[in-house]
């Protein structure tokens, strides 16, 4: 009796090793970097690590882009109410043909020329 329990107690060490080997041997594939979920998990970091400076670097840009809209737009609302403002002073100018006053065409009694060309001697042509 002891000879069958000693048997059965070497079987299952034997059975226990050889499952432990085997379970080693699966969870070394499963953690290495090249093929199993190990090297899934590193890629995964690194394309976090990438996600995160991008998601850093739009941030800021979209904070500059930001600030310089609301310095355009304070700019813009500035001009807004300059323009508005002379706007309304034109509504105070008299009406323009009031403000044109007929000059009457000279008339010249005598003869001559508007323009004279005298030569170089100073005799009039």
Do not use: W
């Not at 499963?30 to 093929?35: G, H």
């Not at 904070?63 to 509504?91: F, G, N, V, Y």
């Amino acid at each position: 009796m002891e000879l069958v329990a000693d048997f059965l107690l070497v079987s299952g060490c034997l059975g226990a090793s050889i499952y432990c080997f085997s379970l080693g041997r699966k969870l070394t594939r499963f953690n290495s970097l090249e093929k199993g979920v190990g090297g899934a998990v590193a890629v995964l970091s690194a394309q976090v690590d990438d996600l995160e400076k991008t998601l850093s670097m739009a941030q800021q840009t979209a904070q500059t882009s930001a600030d310089t809209l609301t310095k355009l737009t304070k700019d813009a609302d500035k001009i807004t109410r300059t323009l508005e403002l002379q706007l309304a002073s034109l509504h105070d100018l008299p009406e323009p043909s009031a403000q044109i006053e007929e000059i009457p065409p000279q008339t010249s009694s005598t003869a001559e020329p508007m323009f004279v060309r005298f030569s170089k001697s100073g005799t009039q042509n």
